[in-house]
């Protein structure tokens, strides 16, 4: 029988040799996908780094730790910030507890300025009254408008100002010079 040169070459080692040799003269090919998947290679002598190098991958981790630094910090601002409103939020539910003023069977309505937007509640006429004396408030709290006293308007004006939906001062009375009640935008 007869065989082939290369089956004669491979029987013989010379080719196993050769492939041998050529992988040692090419160590920076990089090995076919189908070999040893999934592990590791070894890369023979391998350069070491240079000093470009080094500090260009110590800026990246430098960075790295700021920006981690940085993001934790404004996790726990936004924390401090949300844990202060709801306190605020608290403070403010305890004080409107029984002081309350709305009334269902009001009747007319008192239109005021708050947020940009002209918003209405329904008061009795002795409300309305005392409300543009300065001696009632509305409070804005969960997207509800309230009627309080002049104490309890304060005090949640010192809270947080913004829940202010409308306290007329008592010394002008609430009527700028024209007749109109100074917190309307008419």
């Known amino acids: 029988m007869v065989d082939s040169l290369r089956d004669q070459l491979l029987k013989s080692g010379i080719v196993k040799q050769l492939k041998d040799e050529k992988r040692q003269q090419q160590p920076a090919q990089r090995p076919s996908p189908s070999h040893g998947k999934g592990k590791p290679q070894h890369k023979p002598n391998r350069p070491a780094r240079s000093q470009e190098e080094m500090d260009l991958a110590k800026a990246y981790a430098m960075r790295a730790q700021t920006e981690a630094t940085e993001r934790k910090r404004a996790e726990q601002e936004a924390a ?4 202060i409103k709801r306190e605020r939020k608290a403070k403010v539910q305890q004080l409107l507890q029984g002081n309350m003023l709305n ?3 009001a009747d007319q309505a008192r239109h005021f300025e708050y947020g940009g937007k002209i918003r209405r509640m329904y008061v009795d006429a ?8 300065g001696k009632l408030g509305i409070v804005q709290n969960g997207g509800r408008y309230v009627l ?5 308007a304060e005090q949640i004006r010192q809270i947080d100002p913004h829940l202010l939906a409308l306290l007329i001062d008592p010394s002008t009375g609430g009527i700028g010079d024209d007749g109109v009640p100074d917190d309307l935008m008419w």
């Open 80 to 83: 401090e910030q949300a844990r």
């Open 103 to 105: 009334k269902a069977d």
């Open 126 to 133: 002795a409300q309305l009254a005392d409300l543009n004396a």
């Open 148 to 152: 309080v006293t002049l104490a309890v």
